[in-house]
């Protein structure tokens, strides 16, 4: 008679009323588990806290830094504007209150600061109306109570000297100033509240009220509401940052896929325990999925604290730079709730396939701590291919809808570029193969480390599709980058150094009117005012930006010519350091355009857009040649063409979009009789600006009618492809390190048998090296070739961004690093870091 073991049939229990408190015991026992296995799970734990803490803040920000949507209406659902002042108006508002019952009456009158270009509004409003509340918030002192009072803002207050108890002389009335208020709406409103009936002139009123269903064109043509203000847009700031979470949650699924396979691995003997005392497979499965549940719940509580506390830190920052009052729980909570619900759900799912397969294992097989053997499972490319075509087409039709911009088939976008997520899962475990049969000819550990890749393919496809997605985003981020910032035509970047400033004249491109609208007098008077601005930066005379008729066209297809075209003057080209020797005798244009020099079906056109003509030495400053002779202007009846000009490529000339990085020479001025004009002024300092220095300069400049540009925040192509090169090997850098130490782990049984047969440490690291590599070098090429697929379909019709030219602008460099550069840090980290033996590689665990 025998009396070997024998498995127990597997089972479902019945259901039975002591259901809840096993289910309670087995979650006791996940609980458990999560707290003596917490450093396996710490980067999916890590990960899942940095989803849900930049989900928390990136919407915030998205969603608070527009005005909000009640912006001007208040608590009321409609605004009527009405013009002017008498009995017409008074006559509408009337109509108003009779049809929609409460009105709320604001009048403005627009008046002038002294001295300056600045303006304030002299605003009627009552403080407690029915709907004007949000509008008006008082900082200190009180509202108005009677027409002999004043509250203002604090600007208004810092512009007339004024403190609250004062009496202020304004229009010819004196008011005391009771307060200090504000638009909690619209910091940058500037206005002096007064008690309804002291405005009587009022350059606008606004009239709020209710509705109640009724649409704004049957009420008047003045009226607008919230909803018709905000244009409506599918891809609104929470669903931007959904979609974002939802493919960082997807990442962070694939995994999790390996860590709770190995962690069930990890405890294969305590399950083995639970099974032989009864526990069913649903038992065994309910443990490893509430343990990936517990995961995701606390991963997203520690997220959403995290988030909510970095969005509380730079919430006063925000309010500056948005202008408007934010509340401190003023957070998008839906994207937040289905943030945590995101977390959870896909900690879920990634636990399910380690659940059902070590649900699987025989009891004894699982008592002696050997998992099984992994099942040999056939993957086609087939199914990913499919999905790889189909991300294409519907990125190739994205690209050539409305006229080939690329704008009218957003839907298309979203679903190309999420065909492209399953088309690299489905692909991962092929590449595996595939890898596994090219290192058959390597050295012992190498073939080792790739067969196991392919043996256990349930972790490491998961790991290769997480990397590869990573380095596919990166790639795609980089290359559209390249192409938009590498178009010379529609030039895209920061817009002047940071210790340049530039100055506009009235009239010019750059500030308000239009051309030559300024008399040589009003000139000459913004011209002393530069100076003055020069002097208190500490810089050299400013250099005279001069504007000439003339335009460059470009007549081809794609983005159309972008920028001023400056003259090239004496003066400008000293400042850059460009001797008149480098100037060509031919050259009409000069450029630092990499490549503009190049590009056909670029024309000069000219005639006399300045309006009357200017006469020969009565011109304005700058109508000079390099003789000092004055250019004889001719007045252009007909319009005047010429078809490639000649451009001479100059680096030296400055790179910003609206520094004169694109002039013309006086060569040309001459030959064409063009008209010249001044247009603003340049001025260039030895250090970069301060924020104090920019504002100063701005308010001088404003106090003689002059617009100011100062450098923008848009970053260079290379800052941007560089922080995607760094964010898509970091990341593969990452799940690298995680998904190696689940791997080698997996195989820890047959590294002791290598162990105990001789194999030292040098092996050890071998196979580490062998096997962080395999993961890095397939995951560049295919994220690569994923991210290149996406891109080449997006562009082969997309006429807008230059089509598949465009690809003449791919970051070489940059791809290079991460095809090259991430398969050899992965190999070094794996040689480092796989040194010594595990301590706890001699034995199993059993609780």
Known sequence: ????????????????????????????????????????????????????????????????????????????????????????????????????????????????????????????????????????????????????????????????????????????????????????????????????????????????????????????????????????????????????????????????????????????????????????????????????????????????ALGVAAWLAYRPHLEQSAHHVIGALSLPWLVVILAVVLAVVATFFAASRPARSIAKVPIVAALSGRPAPPRRIRRSAVPGIVFLVIAFLLLGYSGSTNHGSGNGGMPELVLGLVALIPAVILLAPFCLSVLARIGRRSPVAVRLALRDLARYRARSGSALAAISIGVMIAVIIAIVAAARYGDILDYAGPNVASNQLLVYAPGSPGGPGGPNTVSPGALASAAKTVRQIGRSLGAPDPLELDITNANLDYTGRGRQWNGAIFVATPQLLRMFGIHASQVSPQATILSMRPGLSGVSGLQLTWCNAFGAPVSTGGGPAGGNDSGGNKISYVPCTSSGQMNHPVLQEIGALPSGTSAPNTVITEHAVRSLHLQVTAAGWLIQTAQPLTAAQVHDADATASSAGLTVESKNDQPTSSEVINWATAFGIALALCILAMSVGLIRSETASDLRTLTATGASSRTRRSLAAATAGGLGLLGAVLGTFAGYIGVIGWLRGNSLNGGISALGHVPVTNLVVVLGGLPLIAVAAGWVLAGREPGGMAHQPIE
């Open 1 to 304: 008679m025998s009396t070997g073991l024998v498995e127990r049939p597997v089972v479902e229990a019945p259901p039975s009323r002591s259901g809840m408190p096993a289910r309670r015991a087995l979650l006791r026992w996940a609980w458990r588990l999560f707290r003596r296995e917490w450093r396996q799970q710490l980067l999916v734990l890590g990960l899942i806290v940095l989803a849900v803490g930049a989900t928390v803040v990136a919407a915030a920000v998205a969603t608070n830094t527009p005005p909000p949507a009640n912006a001007g209406f208040g608590k009321a659902q409609d605004a009527a504007t009405v013009s002017g002042s008498g009995p017409r108006v008074a006559d509408q508002i009337s109509r108003l209150e009779h049809r929609f019952g409460a009105v709320d009456v604001i009048a403005n009158e627009t008046r002038s600061v002294p001295g300056t270009v600045r303006t304030f509004q002299l605003r009627a409003q009552d403080p407690h109306g029915p709907y004007g509340g949000p509008m008006l918030s008082l900082v200190s002192g009180r509202y108005p109570a009677d027409a002999n009072e004043v509250a203002v803002t604090a600007g208004v207050a810092s512009d007339f000297g004024l403190r609250i108890g004062g009496v202020w002389q304004e229009g010819g009335t004196a008011r005391r100033v009771v307060g200090i208020v504000q638009n909690p709406q619209s910091l940058l409103d500037e206005f002096a509240l007064v008690v309804p009936g002291q405005v009587a002139s009022p350059t606008q009123v606004v009239v709020l009220f209710d509705a109640h269903g009724v649409t704004p064109a049957s009420i008047g043509p003045n009226v607008s509401t919230p909803a018709s203000v905000a244009a409506g847009n599918a891809l609104n700031p929470e669903t931007i940052s959904l979609a974002g979470l939802t493919v960082g949650m997807l990442l962070i699924a694939l995994v999790a896929v390996g860590g709770f396979t190995v962690l069930a691995q990890r405890r294969l003997r305590s399950i083995g325990m639970l099974a032989s005392i009864g526990a069913t497979d649903r038992h065994i499965r309910t443990v490893v999925m509430a343990n990936g549940v517990i995961v995701g719940v606390v991963g997203a509580i520690l997220g959403t």
